[in-house]
C-alpha cells in the first residue's frame, strides 16, 4: 500500500528548497486567494513582499505570513508590505523600486488582482465595460513593464491569476469576460517577449474557489445583489459562477498547484481539469462544445459558496 503522507512530506520538502529566500512580489496579496498564496510561499521559506490598497489589510495579511513562517521554517525571511493602488499612474514603476531597494531584487511576481460582476451585457452602460478592463487587465499593465527585466534577468516566474472567464463566455458573466479575456491576451503576448529573455509565464485560469468560512459567510452574495436587480438577472447569477454547476476549488491546494506548475515551467494551469478538455472542445468542435458548456452553466445546480 502507497504511502501517501510520505509523498505528500516529499513534496513539500522539495517546494521549501526551491522556493526558499526567492524573493517575491505578490499584487493583491492581502486577501483572497491572493494572501493563501502569500502564505503558502512564507511556509515554503520564501522572502515576500505583499501589495495591497489597506494599510490596515497590509499589516494583518504581513502578520499571518510571519506567524506561518515562524511556525515552518528555521531560516530567517523577511514577509514585507506596501500600500498602492495600481490603478493610478506610476504606482506599478514606484511598487516594483521599493520592492527592488528593500529585497535586493525580484525572483517572482504574482499578480492576483482582479474584479468580478454580474451583468447583462446589452444592458450595462459602457463605462461598467471600461469598468472591468481598467480593474482586471490595467493594473496588471504598468507593474508588469516594471517587474519583467529583473524576474527575466532572475530566470524566475510572471504569474497571473485570471479565472474560467478567460477561457469561457457564461451567462451573466459576460462583463468580467471581457476583462479576464483581456487579461490573458496581454500575458499571452508577455509570453512571447519574456521567454527569450529567461522569464517563465504562467497564467491560472480556475473555477469558483471557496471561501474562508470562518471568516465569511458561506450564504452570503451581497456584493452581486446590486448587479442582479440593475440588469435583471436570475437569483442563481448571485451563486460562484453565475450558478454554473463546479466543485469550490480548495485554495491552499490550488496554491500549491500553481508554485509546481512554476517549478515545471507550465505554460498554463487551468482547474478544475475537465475545463481545459472543455476549452479544447469548443475550439474545435464549437456547437458540440458550447452545447456542453450551457449544461454546465444552466443554474440548475447551484454552489453554496463563491471565489
Request: hydrophobic share 40%.
Amino acid at each position: 500500500m502507497a504511502d501517501h503522507s510520505s509523498d505528500h512530506s516529499t513534496r513539500n520538502d522539495s517546494a521549501t528548497a526551491y522556493w526558499q529566500r526567492q524573493r517575491c512580489l505578490i499584487a493583491g496579496g492581502t486577501n483572497g486567494f491572493g494572501l493563501v498564496l502569500a502564505k503558502t510561499l512564507s511556509r515554503y521559506g520564501a522572502t515576500v513582499m505583499l501589495l495591497g490598497r489597506s494599510a490596515d489589510g497590509v499589516r494583518n495579511a504581513i502578520a499571518l505570513c510571519e506567524s506561518v513562517a515562524r511556525t515552518t521554517t528555521e531560516s530567517p525571511q523577511q514577509i514585507l508590505g506596501l500600500t498602492a493602488d495600481l490603478n493610478q499612474t506610476g504606482e506599478g514603476e514606484r511598487v516594483v523600486a521599493h520592492c527592488l531597494q528593500k529585497l535586493g531584487g525580484c525572483d517572482s511576481f504574482f499578480f492576483c488582482i482582479g474584479q468580478s460582476s454580474r451583468s447583462s451585457i446589452l444592458k450595462i452602460a459602457p463605462k461598467e465595460i471600461r469598468s472591468s478592463i481598467e480593474a482586471n487587465l490595467m493594473t496588471a499593465v504598468e507593474i508588469t513593464q516594471a517587474v519583467a527585466d529583473p524576474v527575466c534577468r532572475a530566470h524566475g516566474h510572471l504569474v497571473f491569476i485570471s479565472s474560467l472567464a478567460g477561457k469561457f463566455v457564461t451567462p451573466a458573466m459576460g462583463n468580467y469576460a471581457i476583462g479576464k479575456s483581456s487579461l490573458a491576451a496581454f500575458v499571452e503576448a508577455v509570453r512571447l517577449e519574456a521567454k527569450p529573455l529567461g522569464g517563465h509565464v504562467l497564467l491560472v485560469s480556475p473555477g469558483p474557489i471557496a471561501r474562508n468560512t470562518s471568516r465569511e459567510p458561506t450564504s452570503s452574495f451581497n456584493r452581486y445583489d446590486g448587479d442582479v436587480v440593475e440588469c435583471g438577472l436570475p437569483e442563481s447569477a448571485k451563486q460562484p459562477g453565475g450558478g454554473a454547476s463546479l466543485r469550490l476549488l480548495d485554495a491552499t491546494r490550488l496554491a500549491q498547484e500553481v508554485l509546481l506548475a512554476c517549478e515545471k515551467q507550465d505554460p498554463e494551469l487551468v482547474r478544475p481539469k475537465k475545463a481545459m478538455l472543455l476549452a479544447g472542445l469548443i475550439e474545435w468542435f464549437p456547437s458540440w462544445g458550447r452545447r456542453i458548456l450551457r449544461q454546465y452553466t444552466s443554474g440548475e445546480n447551484r454552489s453554496t459558496d463563491d471565489k
